[in-house]
């Protein structure tokens, strides 16, 4: 049996219009994401993969076009039911880590289990990606890709379904990266959370279960990779 | 325009609404400044102007009976420069339509020509012809109040004899710019008037043809009013003189100045407090604004600017809020002056009204408005010019927070994350929330402070009303009578209880010091008209030596124990030295008891009366007010039902204005702060807030951290704004109290509760203001961009 379908996209197309000005990010994309893997997005920088994933997040919404999580569409939801979506579904992971500063390590992770329906302890999060002895410090005491972790650590301490990232790695070295690829591996095989990943770095799509390319809000290729390469063996 | 100041403009308009909470802070400190010192200008020009136009007496005295002869001598006395002799003496009314009885003044013009003294200016119609003896004028609030026109009648008691008077115009005089009964509380234009009448009828109604019993002089600039008054007393003294005295005790200027002097307190106590918030918060904002602007600083100086150059640009922002600060203060403060100026001359009467606030509130309050805000722009202003560029064209280091005790009250506590970041924020920022805190505990105080003279007022017409007056009616009588005259009382329509009472004027020295005073004789079985200490409980008499209330013992510098010379100002005209028993605090008037039975001894005399108070079963009231109408042994009638009733009505009206205006001063202190709190919150938190919206959390649980840590700092700022109230409300009642009115610091619960509701519903409101533009962050951007 095939696997399930998670995210379905139908011709999907997003406009931003500033002033005078206006650009397409995406122009009638056609895409599903299935339960259990790995994505990763890649593209140029403005052709619309952070569009993509803003709006599978419920970040964002579509100008057209249709966007269905399993059988209910994002697109009709209202702004409280997206909230919603997002606090159950989903899990975030920036490039800027968004933690908050005001909390230490824990906390960050606390945040999220106390609204969530059945999380793990943030403790659990936390050692999963190997931050266990860190756990009561601020986010200014950590490394950069310690906060990295830290946020992926809260992004799944609410066993989402659904982990978006978006360029996880790029404010970090190729060292560093390779940890926070390597939870967020591990998330993926252990937890089954469809995980999509947007990135600069070529490299890094050897991990994935698919890649998929976009260029002019478009998506251009579809890549099954046959063989994955786990984090550990990917360098840049 | 230079570049950089367009930049300033840009940024003025950008902050605008930041601008404009700080600018309404300083507006009011500024406003209430130009309202007080413009309306106390303002009405001291006005008054020394009518006093002088109208030859407004020096030193006033009254006389049973003295002959015209001694005037040549009283003219010689040294230091006097004019004298005026008239009649003067109480009436009943009897006014068509009116059931009750009013009373009058009698005033007696000269035979020929206008008095040289207290000249009445003439408002509508004429002075009385002096070859009519029927024609009289009347004080014009009285007038008015009672619809009487030139060419209208009323019928008047004039001693036992009821007479016809025909009105021929309507009068002010210096002498009653504030009208007010003999014994009375407050003004009642009713029943209470001045009736100016020629010279010939009004001494044969007095029976004191030959003779005159109230006396006014104008000194010379060099004379020493002591001296003057001491030599008049001693001409007056074989003719019964009760005193004579300065303008210090006559009852309208007394009363004026009582009102001058608390609007001097006010300009004093006041707009400190506005200014001081307005300082804080500019200083709030230009110290958040310089830290966003960093790379832009960074820029300048990398270009060449010199650190001088960019703390002006800083500091000419400040002077911009200040600027509209001023303006607007200005505006308000020369608007509510005139309406101010207006309202007081409904209870103080002059002829015409100069509002002239002066260049000078302006000035003062313009440069302490602009003082302000340098003064609060200075640190944040400095700091910017202190900027290296490289430095400053890094993005600031983020903020960096330790475990503390919060740490150990969250585990206890199990707070909430959300918790802990209103937490952590406060703590780690404790000078931001001390401002706020100490900004919105400002606004509380003014609003304790301003509630709670309504509070005092209400204490003072509590003791005055229904602890210390209980009678329904005085009579006043015009001669002392035997106290017999009480069973005659007793028999008048209606009348269930009957108390005389007996006062005499004295003069007490101690030393040098001296003042004029009525000494009530007091029996302790009196129920209707009671004495109470600071307690509030009924004070026996002790059964020798005066009672004296703490004003008078300060003036006089005697404490309990001490004594003081009584000089007699009636028969037997003798001094003696009595002990003074006891000390007391007395809310209204300043009143001198003595056991009864103390007080006739030393008079040599039976006990007498010269009032009665009575209380009068309701039912039967207009037989009883027809009847006190024809008596001839009354000549004034206090109505208390009345006197009451007009307190309340005047307390009320004005309480509703009052109330509304500084609610909301009030209000804009808190908005103020609260505002800008809410705003710097946002702009250095947006992103953090943003996230947590990402996270999941609903619009409600991200308000909740931005709302909450500013409601939590209003909780916060209850106690210390409680504290400060009060302590406002010590200054206010020091300072506001007069001889005539002492306002005793009495703050209830209530205010409290209105003043801490007021501040924190306008915080609530302020904080959700602000909370609406979490609303419109766009989460996909505002997670790319790190301020």
């Not at chain 2, 102007?49 to 003295?66: G, K, L, P, Q, S």
């Not at chain 2, 947590?692 to 704004?721: H, K, S």
Request: charged share 20%.
């Amino acid at each position: 049996m095939p696997p399930a379908i998670a995210f379905r996209v139908e011709d999907l197309s997003k406009t931003y219009t500033t002033g005078a000005v206006s650009v397409q990010a995406l122009r009638g994309v056609n895409l599903e994401l299935f339960d259990g893997e790995l994505v990763v997005l890649l593209g140029a920088s403005g052709s619309g993969k952070s569009t993509l994933l803003n709006i599978l997040g419920a970040l964002d919404s579509p100008t057209g076009g249709r966007v269905f999580f399993r059988e209910h569409e994002l697109t009709r939801m209202s702004e409280k039911a997206l909230t919603a979506f997002r606090r159950e579904h989903v899990g975030f992971v920036f490039q800027f880590y968004n933690l908050v500063p005001s909390l230490t390590a824990r906390e960050n992770v606390a945040l999220v289990t106390e609204i969530a329906m059945h999380p793990m302890r943030p403790e659990e999060a936390l050692e999963r990606v190997g931050l266990g002895g860190r756990m009561d410090h601020f986010p200014a005491e950590l490394s950069g890709g310690e906060q990295q972790r830290v946020a992926i650590a809260r992004a799944i301490a609410k066993r989402p379904e659904v982990l978006l990232c978006d360029e996880p790695t790029g404010a970090l070295d190729s060292k560093t990266g390779v940890t926070v690829l390597e939870a967020l591996y591990e998330v993926n095989r252990d937890l089954g959370t469809v995980t999509a990943l947007i990135t600069h770095n070529a490299a890094i799509r050897q991990m994935a279960h698919r890649v998929i390319r976009l260029a002019d809000g478009l998506v251009v290729a579809v890549e099954e990779n046959t063989e994955r390469i786990e984090p550990a063996g990917i360098e840049w | 325009m230079r570049a950089l100041d367009r930049k300033l403009l840009r940024d003025l308009r950008r902050l605008w609404a930041q601008c404009l909470a700080i600018a309404l802070v300083l507006g009011c400190g500024v406003m209430v400044l130009v309202l007080a010192t413009g309306t106390e200008r303002s009405l001291r020009m006005t008054r020394d102007a009518y006093y002088d136009r109208a030859h407004f007496a020096e030193v006033f005295a009254t006389a049973t009976r003295a002959p015209k002869e001694i005037l040549p001598e009283i003219a010689r006395i040294p230091g006097v420069a004019q004298v005026e002799a008239s009649i003067s003496m109480n009436v009943v009314l009897d006014l068509p339509g009116m059931e009750k009885p009013a009373q009058a003044r009698v005033l007696s013009l000269p035979a020929a020509g206008q008095p040289v003294l207290n000249r009445p200016t003439v408002r509508l119609g004429r002075l009385p012809d002096p070859t009519r003896i029927d024609e009289v004028a009347l004080s014009e609030n009285f007038a008015e109040a009672n619809g009487l026109r030139p060419g209208m009648s009323f019928a008047a008691i004039l001693n036992g004899q009821k007479r016809e008077l025909t009105v021929t115009g309507l009068v002010l005089s210096p002498e009653f710019i504030y009208l007010i009964a003999p014994g009375s509380l407050m003004p009642d234009d009713r029943h209470y008037g001045v009736i100016w009448m020629n010279h010939d009828p009004a001494a044969a109604a007095a029976g004191l043809s030959g003779a005159f019993n109230d006396l006014s002089l104008r000194l010379t600039r060099d004379a020493v009013e002591p001296a003057v008054i001491a030599a008049l007393d001693h001409l007056l003294a074989p003719y019964g003189g009760t005193g004579a005295y300065g303008r210090d005790r006559q009852v309208s200027d007394t009363f004026l100045s009582s009102e001058l002097d608390q609007l001097g307190a006010m300009a004093l106590i006041l707009p400190p407090i506005f200014l001081i918030v307005s300082a804080f918060l500019v200083n709030m904002v230009l110290s958040r604004l310089i830290l966003l602007e960093r790379p832009i600083i960074g820029l300048l100086k990398a270009s060449g600017f010199t650190g001088r150059e960019i703390a002006l640009h800083y500091m000419k922002l400040s002077i911009g809020i200040g600027i509209g600060g001023v303006l607007l203060g200005w505006v308000a403060g020369w608007w509510m002056g005139g309406q101010m100026t207006e309202l007081y001359t409904r209870f103080y009467r002059f002829p015409y009204l100069i509002y002239r606030p002066g260049s000078a509130s302006f000035a003062v309050s313009g440069l302490m408005g602009l003082g302000a805000v340098v003064l609060g722009a200075l640190r944040a202003v400095r700091a910017s010019a202190r900027l290296k560029p490289a430095i400053a064209m890094l993005p600031p280091s983020p903020p960096l927070y330790r475990r503390n005790w919060v740490d150990a009250l969250a585990e206890r506590l199990q707070l909430r994350q959300t918790t802990m970041m209103i937490l952590r924020s406060i703590t780690r920022w404790p000078g931001r929330a001390a401002i706020t805190v100490l900004g919105v505990a400002a606004a509380i105080s003014v609003l304790v402070a301003c509630f709670f003279t309504f509070d005092s007022i209400a204490a003072v017409v509590d003791e005055a009303f229904t602890r210390t007056n209980r009678q329904q009616v005085t009579l006043q009588l015009g001669h002392d009578a035997p106290v017999t005259a009480e069973q005659a009382a007793a028999h008048l329509p209606g009348v269930t209880r009957v108390e005389g009472a007996f006062g005499v004027p004295v003069r007490l020295t101690r030393g040098w010091r001296s003042a004029l005073t009525q000494v009530e004789a007091r029996d302790d079985s009196n129920i209707l008209v009671r004495v109470l200490d600071e307690e509030g409980r009924v004070a026996t008499m002790p059964p020798e030596g005066l009672v004296l209330p703490e004003s008078l013992a300060t003036k006089l510098d005697v404490a309990a124990g001490g004594q003081v010379t009584m000089t007699l100002l009636a028969p037997p005209r003798e001094s003696f030295d009595v002990p003074v028993s006891r000390v007391m605090r007395q809310s209204l008037g300043e009143t001198v008891y003595v056991a009864a039975p103390a007080l006739f001894r030393l008079m040599r005399q039976g006990p007498e009366v010269n009032r009665l108070n009575l209380l009068v079963d309701s039912r039967q009231l207009p037989a009883f007010y027809a009847a006190v109408k024809n008596a001839p042994a009354v000549d004034g009638v206090l109505l208390w039902t009345d006197i009451r009733d007009q307190f309340s009505a005047t307390i009320n009206e004005n309480l509703t204005t009052s109330v509304l205006v500084y609610a909301v001063l009030g209000i804009l202190i808190t908005i103020g702060v609260i505002y800008n709190a809410a705003r710097i919150q946002l702009s250095e938190r947006a992103y953090e807030l943003a996230s947590l919206r990402v996270l999941g959390f609903t619009r409600g649980e991200v308000g909740y951290v931005l709302v909450g840590e500013l409601m939590l700092l209003t909780l916060l700022a209850i106690p210390p704004g409680f504290l400060g109230g009060y302590g406002f409300s010590a200054l206010i009642s020091a300072g506001f109290s007069t001889d005539v009115v002492r306002i005793p610091l009495v703050i209830a619960r209530r205010t409290y509760t209105i003043a801490g509701l007021i501040a924190f519903v306008s915080a609530l409101a302020a904080a959700l203001l602000v909370r609406r533009r979490l609303d419109r962050v766009n989460l996909a951007t505002a997670l790319k961009q790190r301020e």
